[in-house]
């Protein structure tokens, strides 16, 4: 691609950057699962929280603000405060900690 210039520079920034963003995957990766294993397991009444792959695609899209009033409201009526708590320690982490890492 260096006869390309516009693509020799965004194939080398994927291709430099691409360390960086494995690192930062890897250590992230663990604190989500268990995340997601901890919904699991307060919340398995839950049909938002029924299976680990339900879980974590309803923590993604906490994580993007997609689903949240369905989510607490679900949560509420199996824990009561409790889900709210998770949900809010989860949110304020990967919202204020990890997403604004990047930046």
């Known amino acids: 691609f260096e006869s390309f210039p516009s693509f020799y520079k965004a194939f080398h920034t994927l291709f430099s950057s691409g360390p960086g963003i494995g690192r930062f995957l890897f250590s992230v990766f663990p604190v989500f699962f268990g995340f997601v294993l901890l919904g699991v397991c307060l919340f398995w009444q839950s ?14 899209s906490l994580m ?17 405060w409790g889900g709210h708590l998770y949900l809010y320690a989860y949110l304020m982490l990967f919202i204020f900690v990890i997403l604004n890492v990047n930046i």
């Open 47 to 60: 049909p938002i929280f029924a299976t680990p792959t339900k879980a974590g695609a309803s923590l993604f």
């Open 64 to 80: 993007n603000g997609d689903m949240l009033h369905d989510t607490f409201e679900d949560v509420y009526l199996v824990a009561g």
